[in-house]
Structure formats: C-alpha cells, structure tokens
C-alpha cells in the first residue's frame, strides 16, 4: 500500500492554472503534517507549501499569493491549487507527511515521515 500517491499534474501554458491531488492511505492523515515539494532537474528538492492539522499553512516566497494548500481530513487528501503558474514552476512536484515537524521547519527538512512518487507538471511560455 503506498502511502501517499499524487495526482492531477500535466502540461500547462503559462499564466494557466492546475491542481494537483494527494490520496493518503495507511497514516492518521488529520493528525498530521503535510506539504508539498518540487524538484526541477539539476535542482535541489525545495519546500513549497505545508499545511498543520489545524490548519495552518506556510509558503515559500516563490509561490505565496499563486499557490494555495489545502486538506480534505474526511476523504485523506491534500490539495495544491496553482495559479498563474510560469514556466519557472516547472517541476516534479511530490506530497510529502510528517507526525511531528512544524511548520517552520517543514518546508526545509527533508526527513518527512512519507512521500509520495511525485506528479510531473510543465509550465510553457
């Protein structure tokens, strides 16, 4: 059973919007942490968006006021809504599960609890 699993990535021309999906399985998906990652090729694996249980949510600067995280705890999903996206936002994006980092150090931890297999998204000019 694979703990997390995205979905929802594609091919995009800039300035269009996606949202990318994260079934959960496995974990108490409420009680914890969750965010989302990217990797660009050649790139480090870098911190975009993590939201709390309790709602709370944090964003990397390259996204904040684009992206919004969010968490369905009733169907084990979590969400990414990406707008204006640019071809900068190109990626392998994963989803990514912790019981116990918070916020402040979620986004720049890679020592997560789970991962998922990532989903591919291409931003065109």
């Known amino acids: 059973q694979v703990p997390l699993m995205e979905s929802g990535g594609g091919s995009v021309q800039a300035g269009g919007s996606l949202r990318l999906s994260c079934a959960a399985s496995?974990?108490?998906?409420?009680?914890?942490?969750m965010g989302w990652f990217r990797q660009a090729p050649g790139k480090e694996r870098e911190g975009v968006a993590v939201?709390?249980?309790?709602?709370?949510?944090r964003y990397a600067d390259s996204v904040k006021g684009r992206f919004s995280i969010s968490r369905d705890n009733a169907k084990n999903t979590l969400y990414l809504q990406m707008n204006s996206l640019k071809p900068e936002d190109t990626a392998m994006y994963y989803c990514?599960?912790?019981?116990?980092?918070?916020?402040?150090?979620?986004?720049?931890?890679?020592?997560?609890?789970?991962w998922g297999q990532g989903t591919q998204v291409t931003v065109s000019s």
């Open positions: 939201i709390d249980d309790d709602g709370s949510t």
């Open positions: 496995g974990f108490a998906f409420s009680v914890y942490a």
């Open positions: 990514a599960a912790d019981l116990y980092l918070g916020l402040g150090n979620f986004l720049v931890l890679k020592t997560q609890d789970y």
